[in-house]
């Protein structure tokens, strides 16, 4: 089968941990990139500090393909990312010429908390695709986005081409079947260790099925067979419907 390309997301915010702001970045960021068949192994959820900052992207960096930051790059106080990416790779942050610039046509006299949206960690590449109006960072593989959900949807989409691996193909099969009874043929079929991974999610209250399984694999046929093994252990008329996607 195809190698598997992976991603880690790291969510940066003392007010996603307070609870003061609910996450939404890390919904779009996993759906859009197994769409495009990046597997994200990893979601961590991080507060402004410095250090922690720096261990995690620094670790991230060195077990995933991809690794996607969110939140931390404003004008405020508590916008520390760039510093902590700085420091996970032992460079110094520094002000972009091109960042300036762009800020100075927004802003007429820079101010020190204007001025510090400019910096980057030292040696980093700046995307400036499609119509966006203030860069990416991208350090290695580690791509700085803004907390602000418009801002990073805009942003991801504007360099989405750049992320592709093998497709991960998925059948959702609907049951009408206590979970409990539906185990032991799941773990029949996961036994067969055909690459197949398998989820089982019982819907609590839904009249049209109690149970919604799972299948996927970068590989179409093995995941049909799979599917076709799961359906035979199951009385018919406990099959509500199957999606292919």
């Given at each position: 089968?195809?190698?598997?390309?992976?991603?880690?997301?790291?969510?940066?915010?003392d007010e996603i941990l307070t609870g003061k702001v609910?996450?939404?970045?890390?919904?779009?960021?996993?759906?859009?990139?197994?769409?495009?068949?990046?597997?994200?192994?990893?979601?961590?959820?991080?507060?402004?500090?410095?250090?922690?900052?720096?261990?995690?992207?620094?670790?991230?960096?060195?077990?995933?393909?991809?690794?996607?930051?969110?939140?931390?790059i404003g004008p405020t106080h508590d916008d520390i990312?760039?510093?902590?990416?700085?420091?996970?790779?032992?460079?110094?942050?520094?002000?972009?010429?091109?960042?300036?610039?762009?800020?100075?046509?927004?802003?007429a006299d820079l101010t020190p908390e204007q001025l510090?949206?400019?910096?980057?960690?030292?040696?980093?590449?700046?995307?400036?695709?499609?119509?966006?109006?203030?860069?990416?960072?991208?350090?290695?593989?580690?791509?700085?986005?803004?907390?602000?959900?418009?801002?990073?949807?805009?942003?991801?989409?504007?360099?989405?081409?750049?992320?592709?691996?093998?497709?991960?193909?998925?059948?959702?099969?609907?049951?009408?079947?206590?979970?409990?009874?539906?185990?032991?043929?799941?773990?029949?079929?996961?036994?067969?260790?055909?690459?197949?991974?398998?989820?089982?999610?019982?819907?609590?209250?839904?009249?049209?099925?109690?149970?919604?399984?799972?299948?996927?694999?970068?590989?179409?046929?093995?995941?049909?067979?799979?599917?076709?093994?799961?359906?035979?252990?199951?009385?018919?008329?406990?099959?509500?419907?199957?999606?292919?996607?």
């Open positions: 089968m195809p190698s598997t390309i992976t991603a880690g997301i790291i969510i940066i915010g609910q996450d939404t970045n890390t919904f779009f960021l996993t759906r859009e990139l197994r769409s495009r068949g990046v597997t994200v192994c990893r979601v961590s959820v991080i507060p402004d500090l410095i250090d922690e900052i720096a261990c995690e992207v620094r670790n991230f960096s060195e077990k995933y393909d991809f690794v996607f930051t969110s939140g931390g990312t760039i510093e902590g990416v700085s420091r996970a790779f032992g460079v110094k942050t520094v002000i972009s010429d091109v960042l300036q610039k762009v800020l100075q046509q927004r802003f510090k949206m400019a910096e980057v960690p030292e040696g980093s590449e700046l995307i400036d695709e499609g119509d966006l109006k203030f860069p990416l960072i991208k350090f290695g593989n580690v791509f700085i986005f803004p907390g602000i959900p418009h801002l990073l949807i805009k942003k991801f989409h504007a360099i989405e081409k750049r992320f592709s691996g093998p497709r991960i193909y998925l059948r959702r099969i609907y049951f009408m079947e206590s979970e409990s009874v539906l185990a032991c043929y799941l773990n029949e079929i996961i036994a067969g260790d055909n690459g197949v991974k398998i989820g089982s999610y019982p819907a609590i209250g839904d009249e049209d099925y109690s149970v919604m399984v799972t299948l996927e694999c970068t590989d179409e046929l093995r995941l049909d067979y799979a599917t076709r093994e799961l359906m035979a252990r199951v009385l018919p008329e406990k099959i509500v419907r199957v999606s292919m996607e």
